[in-house]
């Protein structure tokens, strides 16, 4: 099997969108390249950052077969935010359901690893934040 940026891409956001939709389905998401405000009110909301930051060719071929294996890495960056006053308690259910999103995912061809939680992050004005980071590779194959 084989993915391309978009078809990745789509897949990787899915995972995330799937389950905000049931753990927070009136929260807001700033997905990159989109125009937001963020909001004013009391719901936890996310912003979405997908980087994709190595990869290369991982098989080799003769001129004949002209097929060749590519490997795409990247990170997946989820800055969730809350109204400061409880502790993130709400914060880290959230955090925790997505670390448990990626850690069950299952696709034939892309992987996540490395998924985890940060909540070393100082608060800035009314929101609290807590990180959800996953590392991704899957192949392309042209």
Known sequence: ?????????????????????????????????????????????????????????????????????????????LQLMAPVGDGKTGLLGLAQSMVNAYRTARHANIWFRNVRLDDNIPTRGPWAQVNVIAEFTYDTIE
């Open 1 to 77: 099997m084989s993915d391309n940026y978009i078809s990745a891409r789509d897949y990787i956001l899915g995972v995330f969108y799937s389950r905000w939709k049931v753990v927070n389905p009136d929260g807001l998401v700033d997905f990159q390249d989109k125009p937001f405000e963020p909001p004013t009110g009391n719901n936890p909301w996310c912003r979405v950052t997908l980087r994709h930051s190595g990869g290369g060719q991982v098989s080799l071929t003769d001129a004949l077969q002209q097929v060749k294996r590519y490997d795409n890495t990247g990170t997946l960056f």
